[in-house]
């Protein structure tokens, strides 16, 4: 989530300095400044565009995150000093999965459903090391299977309340 705040940030930073630049070109004229400002402007334009896509995927993580059904940490890190402990927190963050209404956060992708995208979620399996979510659009299916070890009964019949709630899928329970 942090990667993908940064990439954003920056993205914006760099199209308002192009902005500023081709504005600085236009308004002081300085010598040669026919060729400067239209390329100037040219760069600005590519970076607003590169900026767009940046912010849907910061925004859908953002969404995914405060939606979280299920969050899988994939590893546990401990540290010795307080430098390990401080790196050892920051990299948690790099190992953690966010499975929420509107789709799945792996690190900094992001794979989508529901709103206002086409593909839907269309089952999710429980199993005893796994969890398996089916989504897609009516022609094209996907799935995505995560190691997961299944919790106790009552936090999976907690999950399966949340997912049949917030996405009307019952989850099915493997063996």
């Known amino acids: 989530m942090k990667k993908l705040k940064l990439h ?10 192009f902005a500023a630049a081709g504005i600085a070109a236009l308004v002081l004229r300085p010598p040669y400044w026919v060729t400067y400002a239209p390329v100037i402007m040219a760069l600005g334009l590519v970076a607003l565009l590169h900026y767009i896509p940046v912010r849907k995927e910061f925004i859908a993580a953002k969404v995914i995150v405060e939606n979280t059904i299920i969050r899988i940490q994939l590893a546990d890190m401990h540290g010795q000093t307080e430098w390990d402990i401080e790196e050892a927190e920051k990299l948690k963050e790099t190992f953690v999965i966010y499975i929420s209404t509107f789709g799945i956060l792996l690190g ?7 709103g206002a995208s086409e593909k839907r979620l269309k089952a999710v399996e429980i199993g005893r090391d796994y969890i398996s979510i089916d989504h897609g659009t009516k022609e094209n299916n996907q799935n995505v299977r995560l190691l997961y070890a299944r919790p106790g009964e009552d936090e999976l019949a907690e999950i399966i309340k949340k997912f049949q709630y917030e996405t009307n899928v019952v989850p099915s329970v493997a063996g």
């Open 8 to 17: 954003t940030v920056c993205s914006l930073a760099v199209a308002i300095v």
């Open 108 to 114: 900094s992708k992001t794979i989508n459903w529901g």
